[in-house]
């Protein structure tokens, strides 16, 4: 069942979507330079970016990838490195689930493919426009697209600029990718009652990543984090 309160033009939802997302492109942008900069360091070639943007398109599960990589193919973990990518995006298999309302019965399969171009960004975006009655499929393929499209094109630049920009930290760009969800964090607080999962879910990353290796603490915060919003949310209905 669609959430759109009115009939909606395709190409107007879809340039609002691609407008809503230029925000947050710019620091999509800027952390995909700075991927782009530590993918050549770590050794792959532009082809290698160019698959691993396009194919993979997703930042957070691309960082953890780098510090797995290596340059000889006989030590290449794939069995890690494939593990790894499933624990940082099993997140979305709750995120892309809220997005269901806006593809019809017959559409679910339509929907499962558009499913490869959702971000935290664009997902964020579009559950806000849901929020509000007005959210479509044409406005979560603008965004997404326009992001994609950005990541590509900024993890090459940064591939191609790597000799040049030898320390990103020295230009603040590091921080790019912990900034865009810290403004993603922002936009979708509703109140207080917000603080409870998110202290809950950072306070389990933070013990798990002092006691667990790897990059458990995102799946095990995020498992945390999300236990403590459903008792909250059930707390509050009982009330």
């Known amino acids: 069942m669609s959430t759109l309160v009115a009939p909606y033009r395709f190409a107007d939802q879809f340039y609002a979507g691609a407008r809503a997302c230029i925000p947050v492109c710019i620091s999509v942008a800027a952390y995909g330079v700075v991927w782009g900069v530590l993918a050549r360091g770590a050794g792959l070639s532009l082809f290698e970016v160019i698959l691993m943007s396009g194919l993979v398109f997703a930042g957070s599960a691309q960082f953890v990838a780098l510090d797995l990589w290596s340059t000889t193919p006989s030590a290449l973990p794939i069995g890690p490195l494939i593990l790894a990518a499933l624990i940082v995006n099993l ?19 339509k929907g499962a493919v558009m499913m490869g171009i959702v971000s935290d960004e664009t997902w964020a975006m579009t559950v806000g426009e849901m929020a509000r009655g007005r959210g479509s499929i044409a406005f979560l393929l603008g965004g997404g697209i326009f992001a ?40 979708m607080w509703r109140g207080k009652g917000d603080l409870v999962p998110w202290i ?15 990059s458990w603490y995102i799946l095990i915060g995020g498992i945390f984090g999300s236990l403590a919003g459903a008792l909250a949310e059930r707390r509050r209905h009982v009330d």
């Open 200 to 214: 809950v879910a950072a306070l389990a990353a933070i013990v798990s990543a002092k006691l667990v290796g790897g």
């Open 91 to 109: 997140r979305y298999l709750l995120l892309t689930a809220t997005l269901r309302p806006l593809f019809r019965p017959d559409q679910q399969w």
């Open 148 to 187: 994609y499209v950005v990541w590509m094109a900024m993890t090459v630049t940064g591939h191609v600029l790597g000799s040049a920009i030898d320390d990103p930290s020295r230009y603040g760009l590091d921080f790019a990718f912990t900034a865009t969800f810290l403004a993603l964090l922002l936009g």
